[in-house]
């Protein structure tokens, strides 16, 4: 047996965390994998918020969740057309602190129609960061997914290795997991709050 792929690593982090009825966040959204997910981990009491700017990735996230959901588990589901930037605002004050789980998928739509020009913003994601760390509980965890391989996604990637190397210890555990001989291959970033 291999090792994990950096998406199974980041889903590993998250399902050892999540238990049934707990609240979590996909903070990209983009085809709805990890929105499906953390569907399949929160059971009938649970609720996840998604987030993007697309309404390409609503649609395909919808579409996703209606194959594979039943109309209870979608009530659970509540997506947002809006930045990861925006999530502490867009969320209910119930929702504050009490998050075991926040994902985030950096990059552009993997849809082979999408408009790949389309890309998550480092400003926007280190002001999403900060939030999500206010938005968990405590040993709450965020899996952050890096793509350094294209335009952008280097500088992105940089700036969050940055923002979660600069964590105190007492706040925040962080560790990574890469491919170091392929250094513009994705990679994860992985955020215990203490």
């Avoid at 009938?44 to 194959?67: C, N, P, S, Y």
């Avoid at 129609?113 to 998550?120: C, F, G, P, Y």
């Avoid at 969050?160 to 994860?188: F, G, N």
Wanted: proline share 4%; charged share 20%; glycine share 8%.
């Amino acid at each position: 047996m291999g090792f994990l792929s950096v998406l199974g690593f980041a889903q590993q982090i998250v399902k050892d965390r999540v238990q049934p009825g707990d609240k979590v966040i996909d903070a990209t959204m983009g085809t709805g994998v990890d929105t499906l997910f953390l569907a399949g981990l929160i059971g009938k009491k649970g609720e996840v918020a998604a987030f993007d700017i697309q309404e390409a990735a609503l649609q395909m996230t919808t579409l996703r969740l209606h194959d594979h959901l039943d109309a209870g588990q979608m009530d659970r589901c509540h997506l947002y057309l809006h930045s990861h930037a925006d999530m502490a605002s867009c969320l209910p004050e119930t929702w504050h602190g009490r998050i075991a789980a926040i994902m985030f998928n950096l990059g552009f739509l993997p849809a082979a129609e999408a408009d790949k020009s389309i890309i998550t913003e480092t400003s926007a994601t280190i002001q999403a960061l900060e939030q999500a760390l206010q938005l968990l509980r405590p040993r709450g965890v965020l899996s952050i997914v890096l793509y350094p391989g294209h335009e952008g996604g280097d500088q992105e990637a940089a700036a969050v290795e940055a923002w979660a190397q600069s964590l105190p210890a007492a706040k925040a555990q962080v560790v990574i997991y890469r491919m170091i001989q392929r250094p513009h291959a994705p990679y994860v970033i992985g955020i215990e709050k203490r």
